[in-house]
């Protein structure tokens, strides 16, 4: 995996940095993020996407890890981000407004394609290698999407 190594740091960098400065916001914004039924759980849905890329590129980045064992890592990290994240999803439908729920069932959809995307590409690292990195690339790359439109909400929209 040497080869992918710079391109994992690079999403270890970036999703840290962004998950710290999500926390500042979101500590900016607390008592307005609190007041909104759903919002609590939207800055809970950026993080665990964040945390997401961050635990994926940090097992990715393991020297001397067989294929194998790094596709069934990524593999169960993918399966227990779906979990929590559709988890986080159904909890706060509730709570999203009639007029934007529309817009959270469509990104509930998009999520769950992107973390579904990383036990896909555990179970390609598992039957053929690390031809699976190339299915954790849309995954961290929608991932980061979501979890800056999350934040824009949280941090300039909620004070609109």
Same mark, same amino acid.
């Given at each position: ?44 849905? @950026?993080? &665990? ?6 635990? #994926?590129?940090?097992? $990715?980045? /393991? =020297?001397?890890?067989? !294929? ?52 896909? @590409?555990? &179970? ?6 690390? #031809?699976?990195?190339? $299915?954790? /690339? =849309?995954?961290?790359? !929608? ?18």
């Amino acid at each position: 995996m040497t080869s992918w190594d710079n391109f994992f740091v690079a999403q270890v960098g970036a999703s840290a940095a962004l998950a710290g400065l999500l926390f500042v916001g979101i500590s900016i914004n607390m008592a307005k993020i609190v007041a909104t039924p759903s919002l609590p759980d939207r800055a809970l849905q @950026a993080l &665990a996407l964040l945390f997401g890329i961050l635990l #994926v590129a940090s097992v $990715l980045l /393991v =020297p001397g890890q067989a !294929v194998v064992n790094v596709g069934y890592e990524v593999g169960a990290l993918g399966v227990a981000l779906f979990a929590v994240t559709l988890r986080i999803s159904v909890r706060s439908l509730g709570g999203v407004p009639a007029r934007y729920r529309r817009w959270h069932v469509g990104e509930t959809g998009v999520v769950g394609i992107a973390v579904l995307l990383y036990p896909a @590409a555990g &179970a390609v690292m598992v039957a053929a290698g690390t #031809v699976g990195n190339y $299915l954790v /690339v =849309p995954a961290f790359l !929608v991932s980061f999407v979501v979890a800056i439109i999350d934040s824009w909400v949280l941090l300039v929209e909620i004070n609109r």
